[in-house]
């Protein structure tokens, strides 16, 4: 088995929340949306909470200007709903990423049914690349958070730079997008010129790496996925932590499931 599907590495949610500063805001965050009687999925009114406003101060450096807010903001909202579903970790193996990207599965008979209403899916490691701003360098893109919205939308971010020798991580909030906007954007081209996902780094046809260039394409990668643990349950098995071994990867403390491919796919 390739390092890359053996076991989950260490989340961003691990790395930026965990510990003391999720069991010290999340809990208040809770108890503020029941008080004002809010919708939690709601991402607009949960970020304009007091002890929401308060995470962020902790955790962006001042002066923060509109453009940091939103990535910042959409991370607390994904991580907390994360929390609030009980931290729900989807390993998605080499094998089944390529086949969403290359087999390009019609999702028409999707109805938006979810293996979980929150949590994040962690991509196999270097096989998607992406820029988190126009002309910025390229990452490697770890996974992506989804939230469920109301009951017929979906939000998402993708984490981009998870690196063990930097602060912080590179976001891109996607949404929140309705059904029949998933499912027409998950059936059309969204890179012109070239094929979606063709690789745009030097060498990066030869090892069969993805590039992830479009804001359509991140969202078919989210929308295929989601749609894929949905309805290929059986696909889906659940796992302890794992243990790394010097100079892997850290492992994430979580446990996961692993996403496999069906035989005969």
């Keep these: 088995m390739a390092i890359h599907d053996r076991y989950a590495r260490r989340t961003p949610f691990e790395l930026a929340f965990a510990g003391e500063l999720a069991e010290a805001h999340f809990p208040r965050i809770r108890e503020q949306v029941e008080a004002r009687g809010l919708e939690a999925a709601d991402p607009v009114s949960l970020l304009q909470l007091p002890a929401a406003a308060e995470v962020l101060d902790e955790i962006m450096e ?25 931290q729900p970790l989807f390993l998605l193996s080499t094998d089944v990423a390529r086949w969403l990207v290359d ?19 962690q991509l196999p490691q270097h096989l998607f690349w ?53 499912r027409e954007l998950a059936g059309a081209s969204a890179r ?3 094929r979606d996902f063709e690789s745009t780094l030097p060498g990066g046809e030869l090892e069969r790496l993805y590039s992830v260039d479009t804001m359509g394409e991140a969202i078919k990668l989210v929308a295929r996925t989601l749609w894929y643990m949905k309805v290929y349950p059986q696909a889906v098995t659940r796992e302890p932590p794992a243990e790394a071994t010097p100079g892997e990867p850290s492992a994430s403390r979580l446990a996961f499931s692993r996403v496999s491919l069906i035989q005969g796919l």
């Design 62 to 86: 001042p002066p923060a200007s509109p453009a940091v807010l939103e990535p910042y903001g959409s991370l607390l909202y994904h991580a907390y709903q994360f929390w609030r579903h009980e």
């Design 130 to 182: 992406a820029r988190a701003v126009e002309g910025g360098p390229a990452e490697s893109i770890d996974g992506f958070f989804w939230s469920r919205v109301g009951a017929t939308g979906i939000a998402g971010l993708l984490v981009l730079g998870l690196r063990t020798d930097r602060l912080g991580v590179s976001a891109v909030p996607l949404g929140p997008l309705r059904l029949d906007e998933l």
């Design 103 to 121: 087999a390009a599965p019609e999702l028409s008979d999707w109805t938006l049914a979810l293996a979980a209403s929150a949590g994040y899916v």
């Design 192 to 194: 012109e010129p070239g």
